[in-house]
Antibody
Framework: QLQLQESGPGLVKPSETLSLTCTVS??????????WGWIRQPPGKGLEWIGS???????YYNPSLKSRVTISVDTSKNQFSLKLSSVTAADTAVYYC?????????????WGQGTLVTVSS | DIQMTQSPSSLSASVGDRVTITCRAS??????LNWYQQKPGKAPKLLIY???SLQSGVPSRFSGSGSGTYFTLTISSLQPEDFATYFC?????FGQGTKLEIK
């Protein structure tokens, strides 16, 4: 059974870079039928797609975050990572990683449990 | 960009009720619409993909329909474990969510 697990600091200072890693277990990240994505959810609010990466390294980013986001993949470790630069309090959220079906109807499944990242000095 | 609008934002219902949640797209998205359930403190869980296909393990009381710009999620007979927040999603855009509460 495929499982995803986010890891990284739970507290980041304003203006610094948020860095998270998602470790995939129970399956290979090097699949041609899936992307791997990051989604976030500010406390009490809705879901926002941050970006996605293919095992080849091809990336797709939310235009509203594109200037600050870098997503990369490490197939040797079965991991993919998120970096979000110049963070502010508005970036405080639960960050989820998820597998994204690479078909015309793109759905996210499964999801990691999520990790809360707080931006505060 | 395509916008997804759910209604209602919140809904109170009783165990055994039939409930319907609506999701509207700002332009036609064919049948490219998915639904998720999220319980407090948990990650969203895929319920329905491609408008009407039930994800493995999801009870048959959940169903989805629609096409173009109008989609619905129906729960035929609410169970206690169904009280949660529901989100629709099209490619990279999520609806704002519908919180289903116990009456």
């Amino acid at each position: 059974q495929l499982q995803l697990q986010e890891s990284g600091p739970g507290l980041v200072k304003p203006s610094e870079t948020l860095s998270l890693t998602c470790t995939v277990s129970g399956g290979s990240i090097s699949s041609s039928t899936y992307y791997w994505g990051w989604i976030r959810q500010p406390p009490g609010k809705g879901l926002e797609w941050i970006g996605s990466v293919f095992y080849s390294g091809t990336t797709y980013y939310n235009p509203s975050l594109k200037s600050r986001v870098t997503i990369s993949v490490d197939t040797s470790k079965n991991q993919f990572s998120l970096k979000l630069s110049s963070v502010t309090a508005a970036d405080t959220a639960v960050y989820y990683c998820a597998r994204l079906a690479a078909v015309s109807v793109r759905w996210f499944d499964p999801w990691g449990q999520g990790t809360l990242v707080t931006v505060s000095s | 960009d395509i916008q997804m609008t759910q209604s209602p934002s919140s809904l109170s219902a009783s165990v055994g009720d039939r409930v319907t949640i609506t999701c509207r797209a700002s332009q036609s998205i064919s049948s490219y619409l998915n639904w998720y359930q999220q319980k407090p403190g948990k990650a969203p869980k895929l319920l329905i993909y491609a408008t009407s296909s039930l994800q493995s393990g999801v009870p048959s009381r959940f169903s989805g329909s629609g096409s173009g710009t109008y989609f619905t999620l129906t729960i035929s007979s609410l169970q206690p474990e169904d009280f949660a927040t529901y989100f629709c999603q099209q490619t990279y855009t999520f609806g704002q969510g519908t919180k289903l509460e116990i009456k």
